[in-house]
């Protein structure tokens, strides 16, 4: 819950300035959204969560 109480901050600012629209095929737009989104999705968490839990394990918050 602290990792998605952290990322809302960031996703805020991304979620006010939208997306600029072009034209795209299908294919190429699948592809970018995937790479940007999907991959971030999936990897970075895993990161970021360890990184917070070793954080509050050195400061023997747990």
Do not use: E, H
């Amino acid at each position: 819950m602290i990792f998605n109480a952290l990322i809302i901050v960031f996703l805020i600012p991304l979620a006010l300035k939208g997306v600029k629209y072009c034209v795209l095929g299908a294919a190429s737009l699948l592809r970018q959204n995937l790479l940007i989104y999907g991959l971030g999705g999936i990897v970075l968490p895993f990161p970021f969560i360890k990184l917070i839990d070793m954080t509050i394990t050195a400061l023997g918050w747990s």
